[in-house]
């Protein structure tokens, strides 16, 4: 018997949540096949199997969080059991996983998900039940007494002591602990409902099932409430990529000094080099946009301006001025926002260019963004236009020093030649670290690429 323990896919990983099982217990298994799917904070990640067997036991389910090095699923190789130090408790019996623990003197499961941790508080000693059955022996239904927190002790209600009757606890409920916190995050008192799952247990239908009860006549009081609640707001657990980012936004907003500078630019020649580009036969495989011109302008005015490619080193106290421009696209995708980069995009080509913005955005729409594709980005481009926006005051990917926003293009008057005339005009804004670009630096950056945009015949000239 072998387990496989959650790998550290990224750099410095710590957590990923399940998202989905390839295998179940009993389906055989080779070496590299695809068993399960993770989101980390950065990417969802399909993870082969590095053993051949039977799936003995899945031990995380769907949807939760698992610390990396915890077991996630234990194969049968044919080699005989796995050593007791490394095979996990509490998983043979479904019913294990969701009671109350032992007397402290027999060896206590581990439920899954909840490993002791050093430190940890020890669970109070459970008191026996009137009935004098073993906890996993028999129904629970029944059972005087529990283990029980003070929170699952009804107001007005004495705690039984042993032989006493007591109202049943949510502790002596069936319901695994994913179950248990969908009660709690919606006020719902498990030991009112009628369990559908195995052994009876309480699954997260039964629970989602009493939100929508509250119009039937036997609707408990609490139920309408619910249903309220429900119908107000909306919960949705902060986790992997939404989580990655917030934290990283909110480190990098109260550590980096912000500066943004705003210029609007005449996009009409840009526009009109986009319609020609698209013709010659050297872009007809690939697509061409805006994006593809702003981008190559970012690269040129980066390489006038090396700071503005640059990073803050708190540590060694120390700027360094990358020689590479791995250049940053943020996309948004269903899991939230991810800013893959083209490795190495000072070195393309202008169709090769083109080639990779389009496999990025392709890679992140379909969420097969793997973190290597979003780690050493260098500097960023925020394309805020295809939502109909001029413009915004972008926030710095951690670890860089400007990020670039483009704002939609769109028919303005503008003067030329002394004339009002419409033209398709857009809005540059960048935002850079004011400890590593000065205030020159970031507006001869935005100015330059605001030329090259203009007369994208300067790119041939600079670059």
């Known amino acids: 018997m072998k387990e496989f323990r959650l790998p550290d896919v990224g750099e410095g990983l710590t957590e990923a949540e399940i998202v989905r099982w390839h295998v179940k217990v009993g389906d055989p298994v080779k070496v590299n096949q695809t068993i399960v799917e993770i989101e980390t904070a950065k990417a969802v990640v399909e993870l082969p199997c590095p053993f051949e067997g039977v799936v003995a036991a899945l031990m995380a389910d769907e949807g939760e969080t698992v610390d990396v ?99 049943p606890t949510s502790a002596a409920v069936l319901a695994k602990p994913p179950v248990r916190k969908l009660a709690r995050d919606l006020g719902i008192d498990l030991t009112a409902l009628t369990g559908t799952g195995p052994h009876g247990s309480i699954t997260r239908d039964d629970v989602q099932a009493v939100v929508g009860a509250a119009t039937r006549e036997t609707a ?11 119908e107000d707001e909306e919960r949705i657990p902060i986790r992997g990529v939404r989580k990655a980012t917030a934290q990283a936004m909110v480190a990098s907003a109260f550590t980096a000094p912000h500066v943004t500078e705003f210029l609007q630019v005449d996009m009409t020649e840009t526009m009109d080099a986009v319609r020609r580009l698209r013709e010659l036969p050297d872009f007809a495989e690939v697509k061409v946009s805006p994006l593809l011109l702003v981008a190559k302008a970012v690269l040129v005015a980066a390489r006038r301006h090396p700071m503005i490619n640059s990073a803050w080193d708190e540590a060694r106290q120390e700027i360094v001025v990358k020689h590479r421009v791995n250049l940053g696209i943020a996309a948004a995708t269903p899991r939230g926002l991810l800013v893959p980069n083209v490795k190495d995009a000072h070195l393309l080509s202008l169709p090769a260019l083109a080639g990779a913005l389009g496999a990025l955005a392709e890679t992140a729409r379909a ?84 030329a090259m945009l203009e007369d994208p015949l300067r790119m041939l000239a600079w670059g």
């Open 69 to 167: 090095g915890r077991p996630i699923i234990s194969v049968d190789d044919g080699a005989g059991p796995a050593p007791v130090a490394e095979r996990p408790a509490a998983l043979a019996d479904a019913a294990a996983d969701m009671v109350p623990a032992p007397p402290a003197e027999v060896r206590q499961p581990v439920l899954v998900g909840y490993g002791v941790k050093p430190g940890a508080a020890k669970r109070r000693s459970r008191k026996p039940s009137p009935s004098g059955t073993s906890p996993t022996g028999g129904s629970l239904a029944g059972t005087a007494t529990g283990l029980r927190s003070p929170e699952a002790v009804p107001s007005g209600v004495q705690e039984g002591g042993v032989g006493t009757a007591a109202p």
């Open 220 to 230: 408990r009081p609490w139920s309408a409430a619910v249903t309220r609640e429900a």
């Open 367 to 450: 969420g097969r963004t793997q973190p290597a594709d979003m780690a050493g980005g260098t500097i960023t481009i925020t394309n805020v236009g295809v939502f109909g926006v001029d413009s915004g005051t972008p926030i710095l990917n951690p670890g860089e020093s400007a990020i670039l926003a483009f704002g939609q293009v769109r028919d303005m008057p503008w003067v030329v030649d002394g004339q009002v005339v419409p033209r398709k005009v857009c809005t540059l804004a960048v935002s850079f670290d004011h400890r590593v670009v000065d205030g020159e630096i970031g507006s001869l950056f935005l100015r330059d690429v605001g």
